[in-house]
């Protein structure tokens, strides 16, 4: 069992934040469905986490208070935390524009914070290179499959099965054309979102689809039957939803009027697909070059 800990963490890597590993939900005019639960809380995230190697300077004006996070599922001794999605990275030249979006829209839901580092969006807002490198600069994720617990000796049948169905996925674009609201199963949180609904989503689909192969045969929860593939950018605590989606329908608006929202917010390639299991992360697959 040591010689396990040491490979895949110690027992506290069965805990899962849905920040960190955000997961499907529904928008607010749907019945909620996402992994969080009510649990105990867990301790904000060190503020170094907000100083890069390229430095964004200090960030002491930050507020301290940070909003508790939940975990998904109750800690048990022995489980891992099994995650499943693509890395997805905002590329620079829409960065500008997704940036002013959220400042116009935290001007409104003051309430709103950074998904994974939980701090106040509209405190980034006063500083908009700090907005785009700390909000839009990071790592986001794509999930092909619930996060769920599993057993330390389902680990290596899940990853060996994950590769052989998902090793040929040909590289393609995901296109993110519409701003979009979720909310979470027991409505403790609200996410603003970014939604697949036309390029790559057919990709994404098949992709879950082999997702679901595998963890039926671990008797896992298949995904969502509608499934819908989004990122997360920011969340605020409580149903905040009929506001949230009110304001982004008028920002929508005001942004195709002013002639400066496309058919698409942004276009990322798929360079692969990844799974985390506890603290470790295995590559399942690399789309090639080509």
């Known amino acids: 069992m040591e010689a396990l800990r040491a ?45 890069p ?18 975990r998904s599922f109750p800690h048990v ?3 891992y935390a099994l995650h ?7 590329p620079s030249i829409s960065k500008k ?11 409104v839901v003051s309430n709103l914070h950074v998904v994974d580092i939980d701090v106040p969006l509209n405190t980034l807002c006063k500083e908009e290179h700090k907005l785009e490198q700390v909000a839009l ?15 330390v000796h389902q680990i290596d049948s899940i990853v060996t099965m994950l590769r052989q169905k998902l090793q040929f996925q040909k590289r393609y674009w995901i296109d993110f054309n519409k701003w979009e609201v979720f909310i979470n199963d027991d409505r403790t949180r609200t996410f603003l979102s970014l939604e697949v609904v036309t390029g790559g ?20 929860p298949e995904f969502y039957k509608d499934p819908r593939p989004h990122i997360s950018l920011a969340w605020a605590l409580g149903d905040v939803s009929g506001s949230l989606k009110k304001v982004v329908e008028q920002e929508t608006k005001s942004s195709v009027f002013r002639g400066s929202l496309q058919s698409r917010i942004c276009t990322s390639k798929v360079g692969g697909i990844e799974c985390k299991i506890g603290n470790r992360t295995h590559i399942i697959c690399k789309s090639p070059d080509q």
């Open 7 to 51: 490979t895949y963490g110690d027992d506290d890597s069965s805990d899962f934040d849905s920040d960190h590993s955000p997961t499907l939900s529904l928008p607010a005019n749907s019945n909620p469905q996402s992994e969080e639960t009510l649990s105990s809380p867990l301790p904000p995230p060190p503020v170094s986490l907000l100083h």
């Open 53 to 70: 190697p390229n430095s964004l300077g200090s960030l002491d004006y930050l507020q301290t208070g940070q909003p508790s996070r939940v």
């Open 77 to 79: 001794e022995g489980n």
């Open 84 to 90: 499943v999605y693509i890395p997805v990275f905002i």
């Open 97 to 107: 524009e997704m940036g002013q979006f959220l400042k116009r829209v935290s001007s």
């Open 137 to 151: 600069g990071r790592e986001f994720h794509i999930s092909l499959g619930r996060t769920v617990p599993i057993r």
């Open 201 to 220: 989503l057919p990709e994404i689909t098949k992709q879950i689809q082999a997702v679901n192969e595998v963890y039926k045969l671990h008797n896992l």
